[in-house]
C-alpha cells in the first residue's frame, strides 16, 4: 500500500509541475504576444525565428550603413557643387584679365579676386562631416590639404595629407557601396593623383601669378588649363 501511495504521490507532484510548465506558458504567451519565447518551446521553429532576428538586426546595420554614406555622399555633393560655381568665377576673371582691353591694374584687382577663391576652394576641400573629413581618402581623422609649411616665410603650394583609398558601406547582403573620393583625385594634388591629372591650386596658383606679372600669353595658357580639370 505504502509503494502505491508513493508512486501515486510521485504522479502528482509530475502532473502538478507539468500543469505549472502549461500555466506558466499559458501567461507567458497572453503577455508577450509570442507563441515562442524559449529554444524549448520548437528548437526546429525557434531556429528559425533567431535566423531572422539576426537578418533583421543586419537589415537595420544596412539601413544605418546607407543613411550614414547619403550623409556623406551628400556633403561632397555639396562642397562639389561651391567649388564648381567658384571655378565659374575663376573662367569668368582668367577670360577678363586675358582681355587686350584690361589693365595691369585691373589684372592686379583680378589676381587679388582668385586668390581668395582659392582659399576658398582650400577651404571646401577640407569639409568635414561629423568631426571627419569627407575628401582625405580613409584617413578621415587627417586633413587632406595644407599649404606646404616646408615653404617659409609664407607657405603658398598646397599638398596633400590623406591617402587615395575608397571607403566602402554594406548595402544589402551582398552589395557594397563607394561613398568617397579621394581628394588627391579631385583635386588632382600630389603623387597620389591619377597619371594625367590637373592639380587646380596649381593652376590658380600660376594663373595669379600671370595675372600679377601682366603675362596675356600665360594668363591663356591656365585658362586652358581650367578647362582641362573641369573636363577630367
Not at 515562442?36 to 531556429?47: E, I, K, T, V, Y
Not at 583635386?187 to 601669378?209: C, E, K, Q, W, Y
Request: proline share 3%.
Amino acid at each position: 500500500m505504502r509503494a502505491v501511495e508513493s508512486n501515486w504521490y510521485r504522479n502528482f507532484l509530475y502532473n502538478l509541475s507539468l500543469t505549472k510548465e502549461r500555466y506558466d506558458d499559458a501567461i507567458t504567451r497572453s503577455t508577450s504576444g509570442k507563441k515562442l519565447n524559449r529554444l524549448s518551446d520548437n528548437p526546429a521553429d525557434m531556429a528559425y525565428v533567431l535566423n531572422l532576428r539576426g537578418k533583421i538586426e543586419q537589415i537595420d546595420q544596412f539601413d544605418q550603413n546607407i543613411a550614414s554614406g547619403r550623409a556623406h555622399l551628400t556633403s561632397a555633393e555639396s562642397a562639389m557643387n561651391s567649388i564648381q560655381n567658384s571655378l565659374y568665377r575663376v573662367v569668368t576673371l582668367a577670360e577678363q584679365g586675358s582681355s587686350e582691353t584690361s589693365s595691369a591694374e585691373g589684372r592686379v584687382i583680378i589676381a587679388n579676386e582668385i586668390d581668395q577663391i582659392r582659399d576658398s576652394i582650400l577651404n571646401y576641400a577640407n569639409t568635414q562631416l561629423n568631426g571627419r573629413y569627407i575628401f582625405s581618402g580613409a584617413a578621415t581623422d587627417t586633413i587632406p590639404f595644407e599649404k606646404d609649411p616646408a615653404e617659409l616665410p609664407a607657405p603658398d603650394d598646397v599638398i596633400y595629407n590623406g591617402d587615395d583609398n575608397y571607403i566602402n558601406i554594406q548595402a544589402d547582403f551582398s552589395i557594397q557601396v563607394e561613398t568617397n573620393v579621394p581628394g588627391s583625385h579631385f583635386f588632382g594634388v600630389g603623387p597620389l593623383a591619377p597619371a594625367g591629372s590637373v592639380d587646380i591650386f596649381s593652376v590658380l596658383h600660376d594663373l595669379r601669378d600671370a595675372l600679377l606679372a601682366d603675362n596675356t600669353a600665360a594668363i591663356g595658357a591656365e585658362v586652358t588649363n581650367l578647362g582641362l580639370y573641369q573636363e577630367q
